[in-house]
């Protein structure tokens, strides 16, 4: 469950536009990418095994409280308060709704369909930012991103495998997560002024809050675990947060579209875990839509990185998950 600093989902990732110049690589950087994507698939297995257990809603509202506390133990000593000051407090109340109803969609369906479909369905998030980026951005629906747009529908349709019961369920709150992060990113461009705190602490802040109201009105929501669920619960937010905080290093020591290539590791961190812990292994049909999500992706982000060299009034704008 990476969304929230998702991450760019891929994971926490927010949208970032290409820069002019594409330096070397450095290695240190794709191994931040991997290691939280790393992060990202483990919190998502923990939170699936506990799903089969307990509320979603709980679940919910324990990874953003964790999140929330994590991200002001972290910043609060370095910043004092500058983290936590912006001019647009309603707007991050919005786009903190809007992530807190993907992580819910995102959870329920993680309980009913294997890690490795739920988050293959979730890397459409790109394909649906180019949408809503021509919608409500303005920008440019080019060829290539038509093309991009119609594989990552080929692909989804693989693994939601239409007239089936899991298409009728738990697939479409895949596509509804996908759904709700696409817009979240949309909101976090448009946000882009405010600092990397401020947009990575609100959301959790506001998913602890929204949850916390959602518990004392359902009080039977309010379950007890054993310490070991508990301290499974705590570690994976703790994880997932730390996946977030090497996102955003990895992208301070290389472009964001040398980097996104990368974070298609988490299909295969998904894969692995869904076999070790849970013993599924996706079928032909859903390796064959994973292949396609994730084989688009690399070329429409390769194909922008290309444009990106193009002078500035050529290139046309540029929308990278």
Not at 59 to 81: D, M, Y
Not at 107 to 131: C, E, F, H, K
Request: net charge positive; proline share 7%; charged share 10%.
């Amino acid at each position: 469950m990476h969304q929230g600093g998702g991450a760019p989902r891929r994971p926490c990732s927010t949208i970032a536009r290409v820069t002019h110049e594409h330096p070397h690589v450095p290695v240190r950087a794709v191994l931040l990418i991997c290691a939280a994507t790393l992060c990202f698939a483990s919190l998502d297995t923990a939170v699936k095994y506990l799903s089969a257990r307990y509320p979603v809603p709980l679940l919910v509202w324990a990874r953003w409280t964790i999140q929330a506390l994590a991200i002001a133990a972290w910043l609060a000593p370095r910043e004092g308060l500058s983290f936590v000051r912006t001019r647009h407090p309603l707007r991050h109340l919005v786009r903190g709704g809007v992530l807190i109803g993907s992580s819910l969609c995102f959870v329920y369906a993680l309980r009913d369909m294997p890690l490795a479909g739920v988050t293959a369905l979730n890397y459409s998030t790109p394909m649906m930012v180019v949408v809503l980026a021509v919608i409500m951005l303005g920008e440019r629906l080019t060829p290539m991103r038509i093309a991009f747009v119609v594989a990552g529908v080929v692909g989804m349709l693989l693994i939601v495998k239409p007239g089936t019961d899991v298409f009728r369920g738990a697939s479409l709150l895949a596509l509804a997560s996908a759904a709700f992060y696409a817009l979240y990113q949309i909101m976090t461009r448009k946000m882009s002024e405010e600092g990397a705190g401020v947009l990575l602490f609100y959301p959790a802040l506001v998913g602890c809050a929204l949850m916390t109201a959602v518990l004392l009105l359902a009080p039977d929501l309010l379950v007890p675990m054993p310490w070991e669920h508990v301290a499974m619960l705590v570690v994976g937010g703790m994880v997932g947060t730390f996946g977030h905080l090497l996102f955003i290093f990895a992208f301070q020591r290389a472009p964001a579209s040398a980097l996104t290539p990368f974070t298609y590791v988490h299909l295969i961190w998904a894969t692995l875990l869904g076999l070790v812990v849970f013993g599924t292994f996706p079928d032909a049909a859903t390796i064959a839509g994973m292949a396609i999500i994730a084989g688009s992706g690399l070329v429409m982000t390769l194909h922008e990185r290309r444009r990106s060299t193009l002078p500035a009034d050529k290139a046309g704008p540029v929308t990278v998950d």
